[in-house]
């Protein structure tokens, strides 16, 4: 059945730590990092993203040195695990292993998968399990993928193509998968494939999570559906660590889909890039690098995405995680907010305001972020709730103490900060 959960999901997915899928010692690697220092926080799912199904990303043909196809499928033509990266699937038994190795760690495992299927199954004679039509039958050409030439969705008017979804899931049902990011289907929005995919999860016998992606051009109008067939749902671009490119934007999408808590679902302003980023060096550029955002900017980010009430799922190599990364990913305050917290809302907020505003309270503590949006250094003025007024407390990321609130706030702030206040 589709998980619908009462909390932002919580846990890590490997697209920005390695542009892609890490390979299975470095998965298996990072889910020890995170049954030992993420779970104890709420850190549950560990998710690899894309070619989790390819050695490289320049071919889909086999070669000389590596004799299986780069994007590997079964006799069903249903992707599955390449074994130059994950050995331990070439006794025919897919990623049974690997989520095994999760669910002993007390880990849940999920995958990335892009809607419809590969060009690349073209032509190989394929059939849709438990039917006689052949897999290129269903595939809609005039349905591709925006941003990659490589995938096309399903003629949703074929019923061969609810049968090829409901063998997806019933292979990952079998393999232990906890958790799926679907991607090329949230925006633009292909409602019927959406509907084909939650029919397909509630037939696997499977609790399984849903994330819906990318969110370039998601609609607000859309909420309502997107939280009847998904857990969570991506209301951003591919977040990066660019203060005006991502993180800037974060603050007004947040701020637009604030009245969505609630009600069922999560509005995902991306994962969180904090951390060691593009282990895999990419052939469009990309090498190996520490988050470009500061110290400052970090605070920022993780109290943003936790009193906004985003999934928080954290993407980078966690191998190379170091005490300070832990620090700002495991912020106390921060998570409980995120997960626990009541009447998280915007309070001050306008593309035009460089002074944002957002009130919580968790754990009987009420909250106040006061976000910093520009690159000067100056006293800030935010306006204090009524209710809040009289309160005393302390700013949780560097400690200082609070005296009782009017109603204003007025405090020293740097380029892209935040207070974060615990009141008493």
């Given amino acids: ?27 298996f690697a990072t889910m020890r990092y995170m049954a030992q220092h993420l779970l104890p926080y709420g850190y549950e799912y560990a998710v690899t993203d894309a070619r989790w199904y390819q050695y490289d990303e320049d071919s889909d043909e086999p070669s000389e040195a590596y004799p299986v196809p780069h994007v590997n499928f079964d006799e069903y033509g249903r992707l599955w695990p390449h074994p130059e990266k994950y050995p331990l699937c070439r006794d025919g038994s897919g990623f049974t292993h690997i989520t095994e190795y999760a669910h002993d760690l007390g880990l849940k495992f999920g995958l990335h998968m892009m809607r419809g299927t590969f060009n690349s199954v073209l032509g190989k004679g394929f059939t849709v399990k438990g039917t006689d039509t052949k897999l290129d039958e269903i595939i809609d050409l005039s349905s591709g993928c925006t941003w990659s030439a490589r995938t ?82 991506r209301i951003s671009q591919d977040f990066w660590d660019d203060w005006d490119e991502n993180m800037r934007e974060s603050f007004d999408l947040l701020a637009l889909w604030n009245d969505h808590l609630g009600k069922p679902g999560w509005p995902d302003a991306d994962m969180i890039p904090i951390g060691w980023l593009c282990e895999h060096p990419s052939v469009r550029g990309m090498l190996p690098r520490l988050t470009r955002f500061n110290v400052t900017e970090q605070q920022a980010l993780f109290t943003l995405f936790s ?56 754990d009987g503590h009420d909250y106040l972020a006061c976000f910093h949006l520009n690159k000067n250094e100056e006293e800030c003025t935010f306006p204090v709730p009524s209710d809040l007024q009289g309160k005393k407390g302390f700013e949780v990321w560097n400690g200082r103490v609070i005296p009782a609130l009017g109603e204003t706030l007025t405090i020293p702030m740097t380029a892209h900060s935040v207070w974060f206040i615990r009141l008493n």
Avoid at 208 to 218: M, R, V
Avoid at 308 to 327: E, F, K, V, W, Y
Wanted: proline share 5%; charged share 25%.
């Fill in 1 to 27: 059945m589709l998980v619908q959960t009462s909390r932002p999901p919580m846990g890590w997915n490997s697209w920005n730590g390695y542009l892609g899928s890490p390979d299975q010692e470095e998965l």
């Fill in 152 to 233: 096309f969705g399903l003629k949703t008017d074929h019923p061969a193509s609810q049968a090829y979804y409901d063998s997806i899931f019933e292979l990952f049902a079998q393999w232990g998968i906890d958790f799926v990011k679907y991607d090329d289907i949230a925006s633009p929005i292909h409602r019927e494939e959406i509907e084909m995919i939650h029919k397909a999860i509630d037939k696997c016998g499977r609790d399984i999570a849903l994330s819906l992606s990318p969110g370039n051009w998601t609609e607000r109008a859309d909420g309502d559906f997107y939280a009847k067939h998904s857990t969570m749902w």
């Fill in 307 to 362: 009193i906004a009430r985003s999934p928080l799922m954290l993407t980078c190599n966690l191998n190379r995680n170091d005490d300070h990364l832990l620090q700002v990913q495991t912020q106390p305050d921060c998570i409980a907010v995120n997960q626990r917290g009541e009447g998280n809302r915007v309070v001050q907020c306008g593309k035009d305001n460089d002074l944002h505003l957002w009130r919580a309270k968790a």
